[in-house]
């Protein structure tokens, strides 16, 4: 089929990757985010970085599979896909004990081990067999965003605190 010829209407291929659902408890994505383990310290400055960065990356996950509901809003049979919530995410990450003494012990991984996410309930399924809302869609969207707005804000609030300290000193 040539560029200008018109397609009838459900013959598109969905927008962007759609890969397989049932290979990660994501729907069909998994974030780059944990279970990994994190820095010993959590009073640490080094340690609010490095969780800001985490969850940055994570609503970036979160904003690509929203865009990615959006764009195959009108593909027919396409099942809206979701992000497992960040707190699921940090709750799989390993929290490595310090042992500074020879009595002390260390301790097992104790974390939340999901097998597989709900799978989320849409306002609404058309007739094509789709799930996308979008409506919904653009609440999350919102919602991703008002995460990141306050995950920036409080990263630069932090930074303040640490040049403020070093100037000082």
């Known amino acids: 089929m040539s560029r200008h010829e018109r397609r009838p209407l459900g013959s598109f291929p969905p927008v962007g990757p759609v890969p397989d659902p049932s290979a990660s408890p994501v729907q069909g994505f998994t974030p780059r985010v944990g279970p990994e383990t994190i820095r010993e310290d959590p009073l640490d400055p080094l340690y609010l970085f490095d969780l ?9 996950v979160r904003q690509a599979t929203i ?22 995410v940090m709750n799989k990450t ?11 012990m260390g301790v097992p991984f104790a ?5 597989k996410t709900k799978e989320s309930d849409s ?34 609030a932090f930074n303040r605190m640490i040049l403020t300290s070093v100037r000082s000193s």
């Open 111 to 115: 974390g939340a081990e999901t097998s």
């Open 52 to 60: 800001a960065s985490r969850q940055a990356r994570w609503a970036s």
């Open 67 to 88: 865009t990615g509901n959006i764009a195959n809003a009108n593909t027919p049979g396409y099942q809206a896909r979701e992000v497992e919530p960040f707190s699921a």
């Open 123 to 156: 306002w609404e399924v058309t007739a094509s067999g789709n799930s996308v809302n979008l409506d919904q869609e653009m609440l999350k969207a919102a919602d991703v965003n008002r995460t990141y707005t306050l995950n920036t804000n409080i990263v630069r």
């Open 94 to 104: 390993r929290l490595s004990m310090a042992t500074t003494e020879p009595g002390h």
